[in-house]
């Protein structure tokens, strides 16, 4: 039996800003919001329920507010984007331009780009993550997440428990 969140409806949203490398519009600090949707398949337990809805929501919303109005950093090689950290700011260098912005702001994302694919697979292990450390990842076959990053754009992967 498969269970779904609906991000938009069940408030799994998040705002966040980033720089791509590259030449176009792009390639400015421009923000994205984003909604996540979950997808789970498991069987009824004793109480009649695939997952705990609740649970399964404070989960993810926890992951989201990682990502909330910040500015995301991803592992971009050097020749691309060049980040010094400071005691306050990261001084980032790219796309022939200089960004100094205060650490508080930054989402230092341990992804090797910013791209929907990339950012998917991140929140899909996060996610993964949390569900096997309150053992509710276990009992289900697999979830699926689908993360849209606005302008009909979105990135969706299964992750299977065994
Ligand atoms: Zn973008």
Redesign the pocket.
């Known amino acids: 039996m498969i269970v779904e969140l609906i991000g938009k409806e069940a408030g799994l949203t998040f705002e966040c800003m980033?720089i791509?490398p590259g030449r176009g519009d792009?390639s400015r600090i421009?923000p994205?919001f984003h909604y996540v949707d979950v997808l789970v398949d498991g069987e009824f337990d004793d109480k009649r329920r695939i997952v705990h809805l609740y649970n399964l929501k404070a989960v993810i919303k926890r992951i989201c507010s990682l990502f909330e109005d910040k500015i995301l950093l991803a592992d971009y090689p050097e020749s691309v984007q060049k980040v010094t950290e400071e005691v306050l700011h990261y001084r980032i260098e790219i796309n022939n331009k200089l960004y100094i912005i205060p650490k508080t702001d930054i989402f230092k994302i341990k992804s090797p780009s910013?791209n929907i694919e990339d950012l998917t697979v991140y929140f899909a292990n996060e996610l993964a993550l949390d569900l096997k450390n309150k053992e509710m990842f276990n009992p289900l076959n697999y979830f699926e997440i689908t993360l849209s990053?606005g302008h009909g754009q979105r990135g969706k992967i299964r992750i299977e428990s065994k």
Do not use: G, N, Q, R
């Open positions: 980033h791509v792009c421009h994205h910013l990053e």
